[in-house]
């Protein structure tokens, strides 16, 4: 049995225990303070005096135990809690830094590899792994490396919210009114809405989490999923503007050339790297390393590894196709426009690879939140560039201006619908 929820339920196996060495409950970062509580709910305790259950509890926890005897790997645990109540708890002791914790199950059966298990019924039981709140009592069943994200979430969300409230009849506007650029604002919207989603679905979860130590599993993949189709289309676009601008500057160096150019070419890379990043986005949202709340992780796994690469490469190839716009452009305006584009798009492709890189700094329990919370922001300041570049009412009007009806919302229709 493996479970990453903080509060869990199930049964007590002798039989997976013998198999395992110890069968495996779960894990659990408690804070550095010695106010960490392990509560423990049997169903049958009589049961378990006369099977001589214990829970073990083991501090970082490696690999090399897996190499030990039966017995040598039991005698190894920092703390045994012998079972022996209907409910039972047990202070975690004080540590000089946030440890990983990992509750293995075992009892006499366990290491005696001769002797017939009798067909007992299997003990029930539900387990709670507490830390202390900012009061000091232990009631927080999010472990160290968690702590903070449904904070964040929070206060995320109430970004959301304020910023809606005050763009959203300009944006509204500017979508209604159309233009070669239209395709573009309605993705960054979507992309963005998707965003808001997925951090919605993030914040359900954590807020029950919170009182259960269970949460609902369901909102948190829904909330992997959002964000998954969030950057899918989001770089679908950036690959799709910068290949179609590279190549239609050749056939058409005056005549609308910051407008979304599609050809079979770009369309093909765009395609094809979106499809890459959904595959390894999909491999790594699931692979069995990824069991936390959240979207993003400190890329262990071969997934995550080649995620990174692959943003990186799709970064040296964005910035070798801007270049080339950027170096041959003789309007100062539009080269302003390509560079503003270039920083809103390198921020939002480059902005995970640095912080995975980066985040090696930060203690263990402090990387996955880095990572997670740095991205978030990151990807959100980059949409918000990549919207002012596109409605802004300097750069973006007198840019259009020069390139006749090439963006929406130009001078020269401002003029006309006035005239009318």
Same mark, same amino acid.
């Not at 390393?289 to 995550?304: A, I, K, R, V």
């Not at 970064?315 to 305006?333: C, N």
């Not at 570049?389 to 840019?399: H, N, Q």
């Given at each position: 049995m493996e479970a990453s929820a903080k509060t869990v339920s199930g049964h007590l196996k002798s039989e997976m225990a013998r198999k395992n060495k110890g069968q495996f409950i779960t894990n659990f970062m408690f804070h550095q303070a010695g106010d960490g509580l392990v509560v423990c709910k049997l169903g049958h305790p009589s049961l378990a005096v006369e099977k001589e259950a214990r829970l073990l509890l083991y501090r970082d926890m490696d690999s090399d135990m897996d190499h030990l005897s039966c017995s040598e790997k039991l005698a190894r645990a920092q703390l045994i809690v012998p079972l022996r109540h209907g409910e039972q708890n047990e202070t975690i002791p004080h540590q000089s830094s946030p440890v990983l914790w990992q509750l293995l199950y075992a009892d006499t059966y366990t290491c005696q590899e001769g002797s017939v298990i009798p067909s007992h019924a299997d003990l029930s039981f539900t387990i709670l792994l507490l830390n202390a709140d900012s009061a000091g009592n232990p009631l927080e069943h999010f472990s160290a490396e968690e702590a903070g994200l449904h904070s964040f979430f929070s206060l995320l969300l109430l970004s959301y919210f304020v910023a809606s409230c005050i763009y959203v009849k300009p944006l509204y506007q500017a979508l209604k009114k159309g233009g070669p650029m239209h395709t573009v604002l309605k993705v960054l919207t979507t992309a963005?809405?998707?965003?808001?989603?997925?951090?919605?679905?993030?914040?359900?979860?954590?807020?029950?989490?919170?009182?259960?130590?269970?949460?609902?599993?369901?909102?948190?993949?829904?909330?992997?999923?959002?964000?998954?189709?969030?950057?899918?289309?989001?770089?679908?676009?950036?690959?799709?503007?910068?290949?179609?601008?590279?190549?239609?500057?050749?056939?058409?160096?005056?005549?609308?050339?910051?407008?979304?150019?599609?050809?079979?070419?770009?369309?093909?890379?765009?395609?094809?790297? #979106? /499809?890459? &990043?959904?595959? !390894?986005?999909?491999?790594?949202?699931?692979?069995? *390393? =990824? %069991?936390?709340?959240? $979207?993003?992780?400190?890329?262990?796994?071969?997934?995550?590894?080649?995620?990174?690469?692959?943003?990186?490469?799709?970064?040296?190839?964005?910035?070798?196709?801007?270049?080339?716009?950027?170096?041959?452009?003789?309007?100062?305006?539009?080269?302003?426009?390509?560079?503003?584009?270039?920083?809103?798009?390198?921020?939002?492709?480059?902005?995970?690879?640095?912080?995975?890189?980066?985040?090696?700094?930060?203690?263990?329990?402090?990387?996955?939140?880095?990572?997670?919370?740095?991205?978030?922001?990151?990807?959100?300041?980059?949409?918000? #560039? /990549?919207? &002012?570049?596109? !409605?802004?009412?300097?750069?973006?009007?007198?840019? *259009? =201006? %020069?390139?006749?009806? $090439?963006?929406?919302?130009?001078?020269?229709?401002?003029?006309?619908?006035?005239?009318?």
């Open positions: 963005l809405a998707l965003q808001g989603c997925s951090a919605f679905c993030n914040y359900i979860h954590l807020a029950r989490y919170s009182r259960d130590g269970e949460g609902l599993p369901v909102m948190g993949r829904l909330a992997e999923f959002w964000d998954m189709v969030s950057q899918i289309s989001m770089l679908y676009t950036l690959l799709s503007l910068c290949m179609g601008w590279t190549l239609s500057r050749g056939h058409k160096p005056q005549s609308r050339p910051l407008q979304w150019e599609r050809s079979p070419a770009s369309t093909a890379v765009a395609v094809g790297g #979106v /499809l890459t &990043q959904g595959l !390894l986005l999909l491999l790594e949202q699931y692979s069995a *390393s =990824s %069991l936390e709340h959240h $979207s993003y992780h400190g890329q262990q796994s071969l997934p995550g590894v080649l995620l990174v690469a692959l943003r990186l490469l799709l970064a040296l190839l964005l910035a070798s196709i801007l270049y080339q716009i950027i170096s041959t452009e003789r309007s100062t305006l539009k080269r302003d426009f390509y560079l503003c584009f270039a920083k809103g798009c390198f921020l939002w492709i480059l902005c995970h690879p640095v912080l995975v890189l980066t985040s090696s700094v930060f203690n263990k329990h402090q990387q996955d939140k880095v990572i997670t919370i740095g991205v978030i922001l990151c990807q959100s300041i980059s949409m918000v #560039v /990549l919207y &002012q570049l596109f !409605l802004s009412r300097s750069l973006y009007w007198e840019v *259009s =201006s %020069l390139s006749s009806v $090439s963006l929406p919302l130009t001078m020269s229709r401002a003029h006309n619908r006035a005239g009318y």
